[in-house]
């Protein structure tokens, strides 16, 4: 199926494109800015649209800028897209009085006009979405945090804040992948998301990721902790991803503490012969850690987004892992003549049935 996707460089845009590609959907894409011409010829090759294109915040929350990213582009897109299916990404905040809410209310009024003479529309409401790839101080308190806490930043906290609702990213694909491939009828879905949290909680709870200290409270739901966790990881300077390991020593030998971490997980051990790479692949919500206790290795990382390599050299002196975070190509190659043992650690059981394995090279 070919998918015009509308905002395909913002947050949900980036992330739905990408596993659209991996399902074998070809994808276009429309950006504010490009012509109108663009934007309907791409319309006339496209078998279904999803406008992920609105704007969420301006400088100063201008309600003309806010009007013309929300309302005009809606209208243009409408009379464009005749009878083709689409699927529009709107908010819940469509009830509040502030500008982007009321320029998002109007816009969605246009698409439920356009809804009574094309049944093949469909208006998807969200609520607080998080994950890797959304803008720090714009998408997401999350996206703020684990930007700032990773880089020793201060983050301003709001210790009156009341339970806010949020949802994963990969929860809003699977959706938009059930609309798109007719598993799901339903004109309007409303996505507020089950993981629920304070402003406080999410501070202390980055902040626990950010010292390595994983005792959290038995309250907090597992599963929100681990995609809490693969945001965070997400988010980490790639000059910062090397950690040396805590090592104890005595007149007996020494004692290292390696991997501190939570949940289920595994941890393998892989043997690599001199010269052979390893990897060339990348993880959405699965992340890793690398540990070389015998030979010497060569990481490479590259973020899937952009083109710059970071290497890494690692051996047991001195000992250190290094984090390999979600959305980041990565490969490893044994180095000199004798084998390299690493131990890998992964944040979850490994499930063939969803192993969250994709294919792309490191090295364009």
Avoid at 184 to 189: D, F, G, L, S, T
Avoid at 194 to 213: E, G, K, M, S, Y
Avoid at 332 to 352: F, H, P, R
Wanted: with cysteine.
């Amino acid at each position: 199926m070919i998918v015009l996707i509308l905002g395909s460089s913002g947050f949900i845009g980036q992330n739905l494109r990408f596993r659209l590609s991996e399902n074998g959907h070809q994808v276009l894409t429309h950006k504010h800015g490009e012509p109108i011409d663009h934007l309907a010829t791409c319309i006339q090759q496209c078998d279904i649209v999803v406008d992920a294109a609105g704007v969420s915040r301006t400088v100063n929350e201008n309600e003309v800028s806010l009007t013309e990213g929300n309302v005009v582009y809606t209208k243009t897109l409408l009379s464009l897209i005749g009878d083709k299916p689409l699927i529009y990404i709107s908010t819940l905040k469509t009830n509040e009085q502030s500008p982007y809410g009321k320029t998002k209310l109007e816009a969605e009024r246009l698409v439920l006009q356009h809804l009574e003479t094309c049944h093949k529309t469909r208006i998807i409401r969200l609520g607080n979405v998080f994950g890797k790839w959304a803008k720090p101080n714009h998408n997401s308190v999350i996206a703020t945090f684990c930007h700032a806490i990773n880089r020793d930043l201060a983050i301003n906290v709001n210790e009156n804040s009341g339970p806010i609702s949020f949802i994963y990213i990969d929860e809003v694909l699977d959706v938009i992948f059930d609309l798109i491939e007719g598993r799901c009828e339903a004109n309007i879905i409303a996505l507020p998301g089950a993981f629920v949290a304070t402003v406080p909680q999410l501070a202390r709870i980055i902040r626990q990721f950010h010292d390595h200290d994983f005792r959290f409270d038995s309250a907090i739901d597992p599963l929100f902790l681990k995609y809490l966790y693969a945001t965070y990881v997400s988010y980490m300077d790639p000059t910062r991803l090397l950690v040396a390991c805590v090592e104890h020593r005595d007149a007996r030998g020494s004692f290292t503490e390696l991997f501190h971490d939570f949940g289920p997980g595994q941890t393998a051990l892989n043997i690599a012969k001199p010269g052979i790479v390893k990897g060339g692949h990348y993880h959405h919500t699965k992340h890793e850690k690398y540990l070389v206790v015998s030979g010497k290795a060569i990481v490479r990382l590259r973020s899937i987004l952009d083109d710059k390599v970071f290497t890494y050299e690692l051996s047991p002196k001195p000992i250190r892992y290094i984090h390999i975070p979600p959305g980041y190509t990565h490969e490893i190659v044994a180095q000199g003549k004798t084998n390299s043992k690493t131990l890998m650690w992964s944040n979850e059981l490994y499930d063939e049935t969803k192993p969250d394995t994709h294919v792309m090279k490191v090295n364009l």
